[in-house]
């Protein structure tokens, strides 16, 4: 049974940072398209950045440009989301997943696009 388990998340200050981790168990992270995203109460689900599968190129969205990066430790079945400089509007239990289906070239910000979801890790940025 494929799973992923996102760890890392927590309570921070704005201006803070924070590194969230998602590990795979049953399947290979440098096969897969592996994607971010958020959703905050009373909010839709966003894609926030995402990596793609062989020459790990990257999307972001426009909100996080800058702020925040994914890195990919394929040894260790891993895939990081860290994020810098946080903002109160960040708060958001967050969501890594894959796309084992490949169907695009490159990874998108498209939460139709993967089959493969943890269970996500909350982030509050509060004073």
């Known amino acids: 049974q494929v799973q992923l388990v996102e760890s890392g998340g927590g309570l921070v200050q704005p201006g803070g940072s924070l590194r969230l981790s998602c590990t795979a168990s049953q399947f290979t992270y440098g096969n897969y398209h592996i994607g971010w995203f958020r959703q905050a109460p009373g909010k839709e689900r966003e894609g926030v950045i995402c990596?793609?599968?062989?020459?790990?190129?990257?999307k972001y969205a426009d909100s996080v440009k800058g702020r925040f990066t994914i890195s990919r430790h394929n040894a260790k079945n891993t895939v990081y989301l860290q994020m810098d400089v946080l903002k109160p509007e960040d708060t958001a239990l967050y969501y890594c997943a894959a796309d084992s289906r490949g169907r695009l070239a490159g990874c998108t910000l498209d939460a139709q696009n993967y089959n493969y979801w943890g269970q996500g890790t909350q982030v509050t940025v509060s004073s």
């Open positions: 990596i793609s599968r062989g020459d790990s190129r990257k």
